[in-house]
């Protein structure tokens, strides 16, 4: 069969399609008569790459960059199709970095192979990975090159400037005078020499005498050495004297009388005794206190109403008797009291040993104040006992009543109570 001139024309049109098609892949990387796995990689920041980048897995290409595109979501990342024509086995967990592969720059996307036993199936999104650029990392190791010759720098610009600062005309005409005074001080040295010289040439004789003098005297201590040994026999009789003396018996005299002293200090400080617990019992202070207040009110209010205490009456036809009204046991189910112990502007912790006897103390916080108060009791005459044993350790307690929980005047309970 003979092919018409049109038929060959359109064999070879289209046999030129196919080589032009097959070229254009070939220089985008892409080879149409291999077969390919497209995997897809999400970046922030892609840094410069491109389609046709190189994919290489331990520096053998393996694939191309087939297309990079925004994400769907609007986020702003960017989607990199990887072609892969290669048919080794990518693990789970294979990330896929993008890094440089010369100075000048050029980006290529580096495989790292994950260490899972399941591999990556074709259309899986890899891991990523932004490596640094090697510019980066030459920075990186020059930096440190660059502060020491900085520092260097510095340091060279601060001798040349002290050097300066020393060689300026002010300390050249001080180094001059120093150099001036050096050979003053020498040129008095020899002259002190020179008069050393002449004060023992001329004091020859003197030194003469001097030592014949004391030749004498050396001897004339010779002679009386029998003299000096009688002194010497009886400085020695003299310190037998003092040993024998009770110097001993007497330190040890001492030494019992502070050991006793010691032992009345620590009795003292460890609240033994009464003036130990005058010294450290605080609660025996306050008591003090208490009582001197309260003989204070008893003077004044016997200056005030001498005739509750002294009649002075001819014919005593009476005297004035004042009794305190007993209160009842009980005015109302409604009101309560409370014995208040103390108020503190820091909290006490409840077990305090300070609150040792008292039983059931609560802690009531008003404002910036913590009050501590005794357990409520409806009885007048037992809140009074409580109120006497709380006063013994803290004269300061006083009486709270309520009513219906809520706090009321006790003057005005008092008054109800004595009707």
């Known amino acids: 069969m003979k092919l018409t001139k ?219 050495s029998g003299k000096l040994g009688h002194i010497m026999d009886n400085f020695s009789s003299f310190s037998d004297s003092l040993t024998k003396l009770e110097l001993n018996r007497t330190i040890n005299h001492l030494n019992g009388s502070v050991a006793n002293l010691q032992t009345i200090l620590s009795k003292i400080d460890t609240a033994n005794g009464t003036l130990g617990l005058l010294v450290n019992d605080p609660r025996l202070y306050h008591n003090l206190n208490y009582t001197s207040e309260n003989l204070n009110r008893l003077l004044v209010d016997f200056r005030m109403n001498p005739k509750r205490y002294v009649n002075f009456s001819a014919l005593n036809l009476g005297r004035e008797v004042y009794v305190s009204p007993s209160p009842n046991t009980q005015v109302s189910d409604s009101i309560t009291y409370r014995v208040q112990i103390f108020s503190s502007l820091n909290p006490v912790s409840l077990t305090s040993p300070m609150f040792k006897g008292i039983e059931e103390v609560s802690e009531i916080k008003s404002g910036d104040k913590y009050y501590y108060v005794t357990a409520q009791e409806s009885s007048y005459d037992k809140v009074i006992m409580v109120l006497n044993r709380v006063q013994s350790a803290f004269p300061e307690a006083f009486l709270r009543s309520y009513k219906d929980g809520k706090e009321i005047s006790l003057k005005n309970v008092l008054k109800r109570v004595k009707k």
């Open 6 to 224: 049109t038929s060959k024309i359109g064999i070879l049109v289209v046999v030129c399609l196919t080589i032009l098609i097959w070229g254009i892949n070939f220089l985008k990387g892409r080879d149409i008569f291999r077969t390919e796995k497209v995997f897809y990689a999400r970046y922030k920041d892609v840094g410069g790459l491109t389609a046709t980048t190189l994919v290489t897995l331990n520096g053998l290409k393996v694939g191309y960059v087939r297309e990079i595109y925004f994400a769907e979501d609007l986020s702003g990342d960017l989607i990199v199709k990887v072609a892969i024509h290669n048919d080794f086995p990518l693990p789970v967990g294979t990330s896929a970095e993008i890094a440089s592969s010369d100075l000048l720059g050029s980006k290529v996307v580096k495989l790292n192979l994950g260490k899972s036993e399941m591999l990556v199936h074709a259309n899986d999104t890899l891991a990523t990975k932004m490596g640094a650029d090697i510019m980066q990392q030459v920075n990186e190791q020059i930096a440190p090159l660059k502060a020491k010759a900085e520092r260097l720098i510095e340091n060279l610009d601060s001798i040349v400037t002290a050097a300066s600062k020393i060689l300026n005309s002010d300390s050249q005409h001080n180094i001059s005078e120093s150099i001036r005074q050096i050979n003053l001080t020498m040129t008095n040295l020899e002259k002190i020499s020179g008069n050393l010289n002449d004060v023992i040439s001329d004091q020859k004789k003197n030194l003469a005498s001097t030592i014949s003098n004391i030749s004498e005297i050396t001897g004339k201590l010779n002679n009386n």
